[in-house]
């Protein structure tokens, strides 16, 4: 049988057709809802970006999501402290600690640890964006195991529409928008919508509404 030639395309193209279409596999949650956490550590972030500022801006951001999906979450300044006060300063000791020794500590139900895997500005042909990238796990405290896992990633550019003044004026326009974002930090705002698309239940494959929420499950 002969193909038409719209039909040889088609075939040629199903590879890639199935990879894009294909959304990324719900999360199977069995784990998370037979630890039925209700109380989470968040610990800092371990920042993998060249700028210094994306440690900070990350665990401040990622404490709403956490706080509004219902758990009950140890306050960062606190939490810095009781570290600091036991001689750990930096995101990969800390990460490291055993879970025995965070349990007596702190005495959470389960931890948090977070990869900042991008944070700042990317640069690109005609323009740049504030980028951000997370990586996000939750530990059960009594098992030790991973009961939960994810990515997000979010940039200032999402919302841009596309420009019809040319290419003198998408260059006037990148400019712009590259130095009104490097001096206000779109990348704080940026990692806001991240970690709630990391963490808030709301978004796919994030976290379980906690105890302290009404559409909590368990």
Same mark, same amino acid.
């Given at each position: 049988?002969?193909?038409? #030639?719209?039909?040889?395309?088609?075939?040629?193209?199903?590879?890639?057709?199935? =990879? @894009?279409?294909?959304?990324?596999?719900?999360? /199977? !949650?069995?784990?998370?809802?037979?630890?039925?956490?209700?109380?989470?550590?968040?610990?800092?972030?371990? *920042?993998?970006?060249? &700028?210094?500022?994306? &440690?900070?801006?990350?665990?401040?951001?990622?404490?709403?999501? =956490? $706080?509004?999906?219902?758990?009950?979450? !140890?306050?960062?300044?606190? @939490?810095?402290?009781?570290?600091?006060?036991?001689?750990?300063?930096?995101?990969?000791?800390?990460?490291?600690?055993?879970?025995?020794?965070?349990?007596?500590?702190?005495? $959470?139900?389960?931890?948090?640890?977070? *990869?900042?895997? %991008?944070?700042?500005?990317?640069? !690109?042909?005609?323009?740049?964006?504030?980028?951000?990238?997370? %990586?996000?796990?939750?530990? /059960?405290?009594?098992?030790?195991? /991973?009961?939960?896992?994810?990515?997000?990633?979010?940039?200032?550019? %999402?919302? *841009?529409?596309?420009?019809?003044?040319?290419?003198?004026?998408?260059?006037? &326009?990148?400019?712009?928008?590259? =130095?009104?974002? &490097?001096?206000? /930090?779109?990348?704080?705002?940026?990692?806001?919508?991240?970690?709630?698309?990391?963490? #808030?239940?709301?978004?796919? *494959?994030?976290?379980? !509404?906690?105890?302290?929420?009404?559409?909590?499950?368990?």
């Amino acid at each position: 049988m002969k193909l038409s #030639f719209f039909t040889k395309i088609l075939i040629a193209l199903s590879p890639l057709l199935l =990879v @894009v279409g294909c959304s990324s596999p719900e999360f /199977d !949650y069995t784990q998370f809802r037979q630890a039925k956490p209700k109380s989470i550590l968040i610990l800092p972030p371990i *920042n993998e970006s060249v &700028e210094v500022s994306g &440690e900070n801006a990350v665990l401040s951001a990622l404490v709403r999501p =956490v $706080a509004e999906a219902g758990y009950y979450v !140890y306050p960062t300044t606190v @939490v810095a402290e009781t570290f600091k006060q036991n001689g750990y300063t930096q995101p990969t000791e800390i990460h490291r600690i055993p879970l025995s020794r965070l349990d007596k500590i702190f005495g $959470a139900d389960a931890i948090l640890y977070v *990869n900042i895997k %991008e944070y700042g500005q990317k640069y !690109y042909v005609v323009g740049s964006s504030a980028v951000v990238t997370l %990586e996000g796990r939750l530990v /059960d405290v009594g098992t030790g195991q /991973d009961i939960w896992s994810g990515t997000a990633t979010a940039s200032s550019s %999402e919302n *841009n529409s596309g420009s019809s003044a040319g290419v003198v004026g998408m260059l006037v &326009e990148a400019v712009i928008t590259q =130095v009104v974002e &490097e001096v206000f /930090d779109a990348s704080y705002p940026t990692s806001k919508i991240a970690t709630t698309r990391l963490l #808030f239940p709301e978004s796919p *494959n994030a976290l379980l !509404y906690g105890p302290r929420h009404p559409k909590s499950e368990f």
